[in-house]
């Protein structure tokens, strides 16, 4: 994440060219005074909206990274402790403008704990360390489950989903899912990595394992042929991402995230080739990393 993207700067520059060309030139043919000061009225109006949410981060990113949150992700990030001083700045930064940007609340009334508000920052943060230009690909913020479960009704205790992504929807995470991820880093599990994987997958419209909005478009046939038959093998027991992987080619690459982020090293023994498409999606070598 970035506090200003070039292409906006560049984009904000033309426009406000464009603007106030134009009320210059209707204020020349017009002679009305009023012409001119509505055109600047505008244009700061314009100014205003594009730049609030720069403005916003960049006060974020002033402000000194909390001793509390640095122990914390000392404590509960393995990604975090092992990556280089650059890159530590950079997931710290992530970690102030996810927080800042976007909402985490509870379905219920009520805050959510702020250690796991600092968790799902934290995953965020590990998912876009590689990936510094790239914003994360949720709109609506996280919305807290409390217990273990809800149902496709949403009802809280029932069915099985411990979250759920759906385009231009909140991410919606149980409390239990969020501390089991936090309490037992490594064990390929974690409903973060999970769920955002969902979201990449579905930016292009269509949930089938290739998140085609972000990646290399070379590479779509190669993807194409190493989730299909990991996935297969998966459908037919032969894979270490266990059973719910086979369940489509979306579950698939979900499931092959998490191992990304939380077993590299096994990733990378068994399906190597899955490691190596999940590996250059998010420009990380995490077996590399997390295997010191
Ligand atoms: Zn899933």
Known sequence: MQIIYKIDVIFTIIYSIILLVTGGILFIFSEKPFIFLITLLIELVYLGIVFKTPLRRYRASKKKFPVEWR?????????YRVINDNAKLQFELDMRL???????RSVRQGEVDFALKL???????????GRPSWEPPIKDGVI????ETFNRHYELGKGNRAGQATINSPLLVTEESLIKSAQHSGDG????????????????????????ARMNKESIEKWKSVIGR???????????????????????FAVGVEFF???????????KELYEIISEFFNLDTRVLLSI
Request: charged content about 15%.
């Open 71 to 79: 122990e914390f992700v000392m404590e509960n990030s393995n990604f």
């Open 98 to 104: 996810f927080l800042t940007d976007f909402s985490i």
């Open 119 to 129: 968790f799902i920052a934290s995953c965020f943060a590990t998912i876009l360390n």
């Open 144 to 147: 807290v489950y409390p217990g």
């Open 189 to 212: 599990f974690n409903v973060i990595y999970h769920e955002v994987a969902h979201y990449f997958d579905m930016e292009d419209g269509i949930a089938e394992g290739l998140p085609l």
């Open 230 to 252: 990991e996935w297969e093998n998966a459908f037919n027991g032969n894979s270490i991402l266990g059973p719910y992987a086979g369940t489509n080619e979306a579950e698939h």
């Open 261 to 271: 982020f939380e077993k590299p090293v096994q990733l990378y023994r068994y399906h």
